[in-house]
């Protein structure tokens, strides 16, 4: 089949915010569909007394040993309180996309989780003990989020700090129409956070669950059934290919 009709009149729903949006965006109408955006979070600055925090941390940083970067946003915002690291940093990112956010910021990645979430990471033979006893490690991300791979690597005897240089907010975004959902064929989710927003963002979430619901990871799709979700499709991990390739897939066996 001709890669320019694969999902031709199909409208999908991308969640991701602002500016996050576009290489998704092409993608799909590369394929030949058509995009709703409804970004279910935005990037916010940190509190003034966090940003105090972040400045004190600069003149410390030579005393840290790695840099473990969570996600593209994590790169770029990190950007504005730390715009250099030191040279002796043992750099890690969580996946493709924060591996190339790195590289457009001139910083060597050392080493990419192979499959673009922490729990990789952690099975990786190069964050087991002893390796990690004394490492002293930063975590680049925003505030909140899940503390598996902290906590994991402070029992294998690395000391960790975070360094939190953003929130993500729910945007005051009206909910979607019931008119909107049903122009829908598809929703893309690239988190859990994202998911929980969508719901709480809908007056009637109900109005969303019987459409198809591409998700990045099985931890996802456990969320979305809690959710009540009947139609969920696990991508193989949060990309914009990953995302896409799930799409194809989809329609395309639902055609046969």
């Not at 500016?19 to 995009?35: F, M, P, S, T």
């Not at 591996?99 to 990419?112: I, P, R, S």
Request: cysteine-free; glycine content about 4%.
């Amino acid at each position: 089949m001709n890669q320019a009709l694969l999902l031709s009149h199909k409208t999908i729903l991308i969640t991701r915010p602002f500016g996050r949006e576009k290489h998704l965006r092409h993608l799909i109408e590369q394929a030949g569909g058509n995009i709703l955006h409804y970004p279910v979070f935005s990037i916010q600055p940190p509190p003034a007394l966090q940003i105090e925090h972040l400045l004190h941390l600069r003149d410390q940083l030579h005393s840290f040993t790695m840099a473990i970067f969570i996600s593209p946003t994590a790169v770029e915002q990190s950007q504005i309180y730390f715009p250099v690291l030191p040279e002796h940093f043992f750099i890690v990112s969580i996946g493709s996309k924060t591996t190339k956010a790195l590289e457009q910021h001139d910083l060597q990645v050392d080493f990419e989780a192979p499959e673009h979430n922490s729990e990789s990471l952690l099975q990786s033979t190069e964050f087991q003990m002893p390796a990690m006893q004394g490492q002293r490690i930063l975590i680049f991300r925003g505030t909140g989020g899940r503390d598996l791979l902290a906590d994991t690597l402070a029992r294998r005897g690395a000391q960790i700090r975070y360094v939190e240089t953003y929130l993500r907010a729910i945007p005051p975004l009206p909910p979607l129409t019931e008119q909107q959902v049903k122009t829908l064929d598809a929703i893309t989710i690239s988190s859990n956070e994202g998911l929980d927003n969508l719901v709480t963002l809908m007056d009637d979430p109900t109005l969303l669950i019987d459409l198809p619901l591409i998700v990045p990871s099985t931890r996802a799709v456990t969320l979305a059934r809690q959710h009540g979700f009947r139609n969920i499709i696990a991508a193989e991990n949060a990309t914009d290919e990953a995302m896409l390739t799930a799409l194809i897939d989809y329609f395309s066996s639902a055609q046969d």
